[in-house]
Antibody, heavy 120, light 107 residues
Framework: QLQLQESGPGLVKPSETLSLTCTVS??????????WAWIRQPPGKEREWVGS???????YYNPSLKSRLTISVDTSKNQFSLKLSSVTAADTAFYYC????????????WGQGTLVTVSS | DIQMTQSPSSLSASVGDRVTITCRAS??????LNWYQQKPGKAPKLLIY???SLQSGVPSTFSGSGSGTDFTLTISCLQPEDFASYYC?????????FGQGTRLDLK
């Protein structure tokens, strides 16, 4: 059974870089059948697709975040990561990682999510 | 970006009720519409994909319908474990976008 788990600091200072890692277990991140994604939801606001990556390293970013965003993959560790630079309070959110399945471009399964707060 | 509008934003119902949640897209998305359930502190769970297809393991009391811009998620007979939040998501193009969610609680 595939499982995903987010990890990283829960508190980041304004203007710094938010870094999160998603560890995939129960399956290989190198599968050619899937993509891997980050989704976030600020408290009380709408859920937002952040971006996606293929095991080869090809990335797809939300244009609203593209200038500050880097998503990378480490197949040797079965992990993929998110880095968001120059954060502000608006980046405070629950961050989820998920597998993205091309058939219907659906997210399944998801990690439990981690709350990242941007505050000094 | 395609805007997804869900209604209602909250809903109170009883065990055994039939409930319907709607999702409207700001443009034609064919049947590229997925539904998720989320309970507090838990990972979101895929319920229905491509408008109609029930994810493996999801009870048949859940069903989806629609096409174009208007979609519905129906729970035919509410069970205690169904009280949760529900979100639609369009997968017609990127950036993928979600509805604001519908919170279903016990009347």
């Amino acid at each position: 059974q595939l499982q995903l788990q987010e990890s990283g600091p829960g508190l980041v200072k304004p203007s710094e870089t938010l870094s999160l890692t998603c560890t995939v277990s129960g399956g290989s991140i190198s599968s050619s059948s899937y993509y891997w994604a980050w989704i976030r939801q600020p408290p009380g606001k709408e859920r937002e697709w952040v971006g996606s990556i293929y095991y080869s390293g090809t990335t797809y970013y939300n244009p609203s975040l593209k200038s500050r965003l880097t998503i990378s993959v480490d197949t040797s560790k079965n992990q993929f990561s998110l880095k968001l630079s120059s954060v502000t309070a608006a980046d405070t959110a629950f961050y989820y990682c998920a597998r993205l399945i091309p058939a219907a471009w659906r997210f399944d399964p998801w990690g439990q999510g981690t709350l990242v707060t941007v505050s000094s | 970006d395609i805007q997804m509008t869900q209604s209602p934003s909250s809903l109170s119902a009883s065990v055994g009720d039939r409930v319907t949640i709607t999702c409207r897209a700001s443009q034609n998305i064919s049947t590229y519409l997925n539904w998720y359930q989320q309970k507090p502190g838990k990972a979101p769970k895929l319920l229905i994909y491509a408008t109609f297809s029930l994810q493996s393991g999801v009870p048949s009391t859940f069903s989806g319908s629609g096409s174009g811009t208007d979609f519905t998620l129906t729970i035919s007979c509410l069970q205690p474990e169904d009280f949760a939040s529900y979100y639609c998501q369009q997968s017609f193009n990127t950036p993928y976008t979600f509805g604001q969610g519908t919170r279903l609680d016990l009347k």
